[in-house]
């Protein structure tokens, strides 16, 4: 059997470590070969996705477990469900057109080398695999933890005016919360030491694990408050605007895109499996803060000024819509969940693509109020961010629009009242992505940008597999769907919820 | 009753019984260390520095070579002075492998373009016309070798003394020497005399407050040796007050050398002052000493006093942890800010000692060698950035420090991770072992509280690398001095066994948990 997701993994650390020995004077050469080595990458991702068995009853595909650290019972272990492999193409897919669309960002700036910017996108890419793949809790979290370093020099190597600030932020907010799963990791490790007679990280055993209820809850929280620190769910958000606002357009894609889907899917593999007593016991909770955060993120994103700040907030909303899906335990609002996080990753890649081809025509500047009348001296990169806006605010025909629509559809099944309050969150999307359009392409051209050019070859390059992929799966969802779906369902069994049944009242009360 | 009489009675003389193969590499050690002061007494000065290091290097090796062969030795001897067991040979070689590094460092000549790091003349009052002669004629000394050799000497004997007076004279040896090494940097003499000083006065201090809880203690036994005070606690539960202050005392004068809150007071001060070489191997070797006597006290003698001893502990690790992390915070210059660090490190450390099971004991020792190896690196580092006046400790001459010199910058991010425990690093797998101990042992609030002096902690070290890396570099940024085969040794070492133990542990870890249990 073919180790495909160690070789997956391998191919990018392998090429981010050939990158960065390049010489320096070769800065070109640095890009051609990330570029290639992240274009391998993906076609290894495709050929092992179409092995990829959707009926398979195996809970993982593509095994492997060899022992690491066996004093304290842990494994590599990598195998990948449905969701993890979705997720593992997202992160192959967006590499490669953040490397071209990030061709010129390192350029402009004096600071750091280029060839260390894309080694390090390539190590990140490695590294995201992995934390998609492992099936043992503790090699989970050593990449959850790693993964951290190439985003902290992504940030403070070559991100804006703030970026010191935001790239320390951004490593001390996640490492409380990877303390604090530390600590609960710690102790799963004793529970099951304790209950087995045997300590164990392997993700089968764990689950089904007897825990007395207090033990569990604690445990829960831990890992619960690193993966809302890592989406982020409101009130653990406030790094990311820095964060995204102090990054590079490529950074922020990979942190946002993909990088904080590693928390929403932390939450469906490990909390909930794990811990499925406490998941109910707090799932009032949860859904509390999503819906909180969905309108606190929306709100905060109607009154943005700058757009990179905007589209940070306005994740934090649609990460609401994510949590909320996974913890209404319906079959369809968690299938829902995982369809928003690939169809979020790709808005957010086309949104803050889009935005930083603006600003480098800008001067660097990401204040929409800067900007007004685009549309008419670059009708081509108005029309992608067009697009990119309407993705975001999930329009129907785009994959955003399964995603949202299937949470809450799932929502509803279960909670009636939260999911009417949650549609109203629509609203206010609509209301903040077409004000940010209306504002910064439409009206006369502002003098300063007078003479702006339109988007070249490159650009249109990078954004075009963003916008296919968001109508070809938004027309047609099955691709996702079948292989998300027996994967959610496993979830739903070992949980142990069932979907409510539709009840049509007798009465006809419209209850 | 006692009488004088019963003292007069003659008895025949028998000959201790000595296990001279379980103690041979002490043995060799202190033998060594004679040696190296009939060198220094005998020899000319020009051809000292070569008999020196060939000396000390082959002690070292050869005493770490029998410390090899005679794993599994599980012996007292010396008529109950001296154990030799798992733990005590793992640390033995821990030190002596940390002490090998030490003394690269030591030996390195092509940093200070004066020559060492050392005083020309240690006798020399700074800034006297003697020093500048001295100075001028290029000498260089060779002192440090024979008081390094006692060093290693003590700290080998402080591991392994299974008998409080015996523990005693071990702490002496190992201390002064360290002392007197602490006063010899050839710049800024003023900082490291008075380092010296506040390192001898306060340690002399602290050893006084051990041998008075020694006197006490033997006042409760009747006997010095770690075992039967154990014995006699069980045969006399109700009246352990003298015991209770005798180890208390004890453990005040213990706790002074491990660096724990409240007795820390010396340690910024004598890692900033002494030069960066000695504070390396310091820093690295006295802790483990230190731990390990420690832990043979606490569980060897005390062990039955555990109800007695974990709360005052678990208040001394909780300060340990709170107080070295947030005030490394406020420091700026690095070898204070890694002093403070050590304190911190020396309180996660104490969470395993507190678990006061196998585990707890294995995972203490593996922190001990991970953080051992990582702080010898960051001291080596450390003595490459320099600029006219010295070393360059403050943390402004060491903006942009990592994009002028890409590698060094690396390796001391490396080291600063490891120290910060991020996963990976050896320093990960350490505060994982001593986590779960404390776990597994009931400690669960312990365990919270380390891991938010975690956070605490990461961010001094996260600083570090925002000044090397995030900063621009400026005029005053130092410069990186290639220095020779000896530190590059050193830091090649400590930077690949941070990794190898993050990534790999599982050898160590089998190697401390096959040490097994302090022999009773």
Redesign the interface.
């Given at each position: 059997m073919t180790p495909w997701l160690t070789i997956l993994a391998l191919v990018p650390l392998m090429g981010s470590v050939l990158v960065a020995l390049l010489p320096k004077s070769r800065p070109t050469l640095a890009k051609q070969l990330a570029l290639a080595i992240s274009l391998v990458t993906l076609a290894l991702t495709v050929v092992m996705a179409l092995q990829f068995n959707g009926a398979s009853s195996e809970p993982f595909q593509f095994v492997e477990s060899y022992p690491w650290i066996p004093a304290f019972g842990i494994s590599y272990s990598v195998g990948v469900d449905g969701i993890g492999l979705v997720l593992i193409a997202l992160a192959a897919i967006l590499v490669p057109i953040v490397v071209i669309a990030g061709w010129r960002d390192v350029d402009a700036t004096s600071d750091g080398s280029v060839k260390g910017y894309f080694a390090l996108i390539l190590a990140l890419e490695s590294l995201m695999i992995w934390v998609f793949a492992a099936t043992d809790v503790f090699m989970f979290y050593v990449f959850f933890e790693v993964m951290l370093l190439p985003v902290y020099f992504m940030i403070g190597r070559y991100g804006g005016p703030q970026r010191s600030y935001a790239a320390v932020k951004f490593l001390l907010y996640s490492l409380l919360g990877g303390l604090f799963m530390l600590a609960s990791m710690v102790g799963l490790y004793v529970v099951s030491a304790q209950v087995t007679g045997q300590g164990t990280f392997d993700y089968l055993s764990l689950i089904g694990l007897e825990m007395d209820p207090t033990t569990e809850r604690i445990l829960f929280l831990g890992f619960f408050l690193a993966f809302a620190i890592k989406a982020p769910l409101w009130p653990f958000h406030t790094w990311l605007p820095d964060a995204a606002s102090a990054s590079k357009p490529g950074t922020a894609v990979l942190l946002i895109g993909v990088l904080d889907k590693v928390g929403t899917f932390g939450m469906i593999r490990y909390c909930l499996p794990i811990f499925p007593a406490a998941s109910e016991f707090y799932a009032p909770v949860v859904i509390g803060m999503a819906l909180v955060g969905i309108f606190y993120g929306a709100y905060v994103a109607l009154n943005q000024n700058d757009m990179k700040r905007l589209f940070a907030y306005s994740s934090m909303s649609h990460f609401g819509f994510i949590a909320l899906g996974i913890f209404v335990f319906t079959t369809i609002g968690q299938s829902g969940s995982v369809v928003y996080m690939i169809a979020h990753g790709l808005s957010t890649a086309a949104l803050f693509l889009t935005a930083g081809f603006l600003m480098q025509r800008a001067n660097g500047s990401s204040l929409i109020s800067d900007f007004g009348g685009v549309n008419k001296a670059a009708p081509v990169l108005a029309g992608f961010f067009m697009f990119a806006a309407l993705s975001s605010l999930a329009l129907p025909g785009l994959v955003s629009f399964v995603g949202e629509f299937m949470v809450l559809l799932g929502t509803f099944q279960r909670y009636l009242f939260v999911g009417g309050i949650a549609t109203l969150g629509i609203v206010i999307t609509a209301a903040y992505v077409l004000r940010l359009y209306q504002k910064s392409m439409t009206g006369p051209l502002v003098p300063k940008l007078f003479g702006m050019k339109d988007l070249g070859g490159r650009e249109v390059i990078a954004l075009m597999p963003i916008v296919v992929l968001t109508l070809v799966l938004g027309l047609f969802p099955a691709p996702i769907l079948n292989v998300v779906n027996p994967a959610v369902d496993r979830v739903m069994k070992t949980i142990g919820a069932t979907d409510p049944s539709p009840t049509i009242s007798s009465e006809g009360s419209g209850k | 009753m006692i009488t004088l009489a019963a003292a007069t009675v003659d008895v025949p003389f028998t000959l201790p019984i000595v296990d001279y193969n379980a103690i041979a590499p002490l043995l060799i050690l202190l033998g060594a260390g004679v040696v190296s002061v009939l060198v220094e007494a005998l020899l000319p000065r020009g051809s000292r520095r070569f008999i020196q290091l060939f000396v000390v290097f082959g002690a070292l090796i050869a005493a770490l070579a029998w410390v090899f062969t005679i794993t599994g030795v599980r012996v007292v001897t010396a008529e109950g002075a001296i154990a030799i067991d798992g733990p005590a040979l793992l640390m033995q070689g821990a030190i002596v492998v940390l002490a090998l590094l030490g003394a690269l460092m030591m030996a390195e000549r092509s940093l200070d373009p004066s020559g060492d790091v050392f005083a020309a003349r240690a006798s020399a009052l700074p800034g006297s016309e003697d020093e500048k002669q001295f100075t001028a004629r290029g000498y260089l000394q060779t002192e440090v070798w024979p008081l390094f050799l006692f060093a290693v000497s003590g700290m080998v004997l402080f591991v392994s003394a299974n008998d409080l007076l015996l523990m005693f004279v071990a702490l002496e040896v190992m201390s002064l020497p360290l002392y007197l090494l602490a006063g010899m940097a050839r710049r800024r003499r003023l900082l490291s005399q008075e380092a010296a000083l506040k390192y001898f006065l306060l340690g002399a201090f602290s050893s006084a407050f051990f041998i008075y809880g020694v006197a006490l203690v033997y006042g409760y036994a009747a006997s010095t040796q770690l075992p039967v005070i154990a014995s006699v606690l069980t045969a006399k539960p109700g009246q352990t007050s003298l015991a209770l202050i005798g180890m208390a005392l004890i453990l005040v004068g213990l706790l002074f050398k491990v660096a724990a809150v409240p007795f820390h007071q010396w340690t910024p001060d004598v890692y900033q002052g002494a030069p960066t070489a000695v504070t390396g191997f310091m820093a690295a070797t006295v802790k483990i000493a230190a731990f390990g006597a420690l832990m043979r006290v606490l569980y060897v003698a005390f062990g039955g006093m555990r109800w007695d001893w974990v709360p005052m502990m678990w208040i001394i690790a909780i300060l340990t942890m709170l107080v070295g992390s947030i005030i490394a915070i406020s420091q700026s210059d690095i070898k204070r800010m890694l002093a403070y660090s050590s304190i911190a490190q020396a309180g996660f450390i104490l969470v395993g000692v507190i678990a006061a099971s196998p585990a707890g004991l294995a995972g203490s020792m593996f922190y001990l060698i991970a953080y051992g190896f990582t702080t010898i690196g960051a001291f080596a580092v450390i003595s490459l950035v320099r600029d006219e006046s010295g070393e360059a400790t403050n943390l402004s001459k060491w903006a942009g420090l990592g994009?002028r010199s890409p590698l060094v910058g690396s390796v001391f991010a490396l080291f600063m991770?490891g120290l910060a425990g991020?996963?990976?690093t050896s320093g990960?797998?350490g505060?994982?072992?001593v986590?779960?101990a404390a776990?597994?042992s009931g400690d669960?609030w312990l365990?919270?509280v380390a891991?938010?002096a975690?956070?605490i902690a990461?961010?001094f070290y996260?600083?570090v690398?925002?000044v090397m890396?995030?900063?621009?570099p400026g005029p005053l940024t130092a410069s990186v001095v290639v220095p020779s085969a000896f530190t590059t040794i050193a830091l090649a070492a400590g930077a690949t066994v941070t990794l190898v133990l993050g990534i790999l542990?599982?050898p160590v870890?089998?190697l401390v948990?096959n040490a097994g249990l302090f022999i009773r």
């Open positions: - | 994009r991770l991020i996963p990976l990960f797998i505060k994982f072992s986590f779960a776990l597994a669960a365990v919270i891991v938010g975690s956070l990461a961010f996260v600083r690398i925002v890396f995030f900063t621009e542990p599982q870890l089998e948990s």
